[in-house]
């Protein structure tokens, strides 16, 4: 990884009439900005179909892509939709915020019209990619039984289809074989938007990080199909979930519910499900950032009858056997370990054998008194350094809720007069050591805490939601990153 700066801004809050924001035209005159800006790379959100409340860290699919980042504008040019039937359904009253329940709703109605107008040719495409991505044919058939059964979810099924036997699984295709395509359909076009945008990108010097969520949903096509490698109960219930244990920000600690990884069978499997989750995300991706990398090491694991994360215990992870195999079997591994969280010595010892790069945030930094790793002249060239992540406040809001004394140590040490903190925050970035320097789209543009993306530990319509109005983000803007990148020899990737 060559010096160089990312901009993290997640698809769904680019403009759009829609609702969303998509794979469209946003999405590519975005690219333009961070052609002219010099920088170096896009990170988004994972991809994936979102779960409760709007979080792609919460998916059906590890594999899948979200059918609600699917561009509309697209299917109107191939002649599949029009644009009176698109600008007909409700996509929510706030144009800052996502509306999930209603964007989803409204996606599905005018993906299935266009899937029953598609011609021969472009059906075949479809099962020439079903055929392509063996994981597909589990999440179309989840994806169908979960439709028929109204949304139930899979340990509430029928039992033949509740437990994956091939015989009920068989019977149920035949039956609604036209169900099935739909889904395929809906994941080629997503594929191929996904595609031309990133080979735009590319052409402009642009790279693309994703982001690997570490666990999976209870209920997604993965657990359902691969009941092994997780840690259930006979009812395929999880036995214990994932979280983190109680800390300074989380009195209870964070019960997340995500079923736990079996990694005895996992590793007995020779890996195979993880080998083709990093294949899926490297075929996308030029990086990949892994979250809650401490998971490899040891995860914390909660009781599944347990309403808080109090009761959890450390339990060791594959550590760097897993490491080794993926590097043996991809040889370089282009990924981001999420260095974050509770971090022990034997966590800085994996993340030093994989020889990976690790996560610098700002935002965590500046506690008068303490030398903190995060502050910049302790900063490492093998490392990306953070303004601020998805989980943040906006510098703005973060700034705003400084004690004077760490306000103080922040301009002391930055040397900045009062005004100058935001962009003084995102020149301290770009200046580090670090290879790699990440801010997000909400400080570029200088917005407050009512555009924070999540807040960790909530549940609400607040997050996941944020929009980027058009033109928020201005060609001055542009210009006044791309001398930073001059200056500090931030270069766009090869």
Not at 35 to 45: D, T
Not at 279 to 292: K, M, Q, Y
Not at 302 to 311: L, M, R, V, Y
Not at 394 to 419: C, H, K, M, V
Request: proline share 6%.
């Amino acid at each position: 990884m060559k010096r160089s700066s990312a901009v993290l801004l997640h698809i769904s809050s680019l403009p759009s009439p829609y609702g969303a924001g998509s794979l469209g035209e946003a999405a590519f005159r975005f690219a333009d900005w961070l052609e002219e800006a010099g920088v170096g790379c896009w990170q988004v959100l994972p991809l994936n179909p979102p779960g409760l409340g709007g979080s792609p860290y919460q998916s059906e699919s590890a594999f899948a892509g979200a059918p609600e980042l699917i561009d509309l504008g697209d299917l109107i040019g191939r002649g599949l939709l029009t644009r009176a039937e698109c600008a007909a359904l409700p996509w929510g009253d706030d144009p800052c915020r996502v509306d999930w329940r209603t964007v989803s709703v409204s996606k599905e109605r005018l993906l299935r019209l266009a899937f029953s107008r598609a011609d021969r040719t472009l059906l075949h495409q479809a099962e020439q990619f079903s055929a392509a991505h063996p994981w597909l044919k589990d999440y179309c058939l989840y994806q169908s039984i979960k439709k028929i059964q109204n949304g139930a979810p899979f340990w509430e099924w029928p039992q033949g289809l509740s437990g994956h036997e091939e015989g009920a699984l068989s019977a149920f295709a035949a039956q609604h074989s036209e169900e099935l395509c739909y889904w395929a359909f809906v994941q080629f076009l997503f594929d191929a938007q996904w595609t031309a945008l990133r080979d735009y990108c590319a052409a402009r010097h642009v790279g693309l990080i994703g982001d690997l969520p570490i666990y999976v949903s209870d209920d997604s096509a993965d657990v359902w199909a691969n009941r092994r490698f997780f840690e259930l109960d006979e009812g395929g219930r999880p036995s214990r979930v994932a979280g983190v244990p109680p800390d300074a920000f989380a009195k209870d600690g964070q019960r997340w519910g995500n079923p736990l990884y079996n990694w005895g069978a996992i590793i007995g499997d020779d890996w195979r499900w993880w080998i083709e989750r990093l294949r899926n995300a490297f075929s996308r991706f030029d990086l990949v950032r892994i979250d809650h990398f401490r998971a490899f090491d040891a995860f914390w694991a909660i009781p599944a009858d347990s309403e808080t994360a109090k009761d959890g215990e450390w339990v060791g992870g594959p550590g760097i056997a897993f490491f080794d195999t993926m590097r043996f079997v991809f040889g370089t591994l282009p990924i981001i370990a999420e260095d974050l969280g509770i971090l022990t010595d034997s966590v800085r010892e994996l993340l030093k054998a994989t020889a990976l790069p690790g996560m610098k945030v700002l935002q965590f930094a500046f506690t008068p008194g303490c030398e903190s790793d995060y502050l910049p002249h302790r900063h490492i060239e093998n490392a990306v350094c953070y303004t601020g992540t998805h989980d943040n406040d906006t510098i703005r809001g973060w700034l705003a809720s400084l004690d004077g004394e760490t306000l103080r140590y922040l301009r002391d040490y930055l040397a900045l007069s009062p005004g100058e903190e935001a962009d003084g925050l995102i020149r301290a970035a770009w200046a580090s050591p670090c290879r790699l320097a990440v801010t997000t789209a909400q400080d570029l543009i200088g917005l407050g805490g009512e555009a924070r993306m999540n807040a960790p530990g909530t549940v609400g319509p607040q997050n996941w939601s944020w929009r980027m109005r058009e033109g928020q983000l201005t060609r001055g803007r542009a210009g006044w990153l791309r001398g930073l990148n001059g200056l500090y020899y931030r270069r766009p990737l090869d």
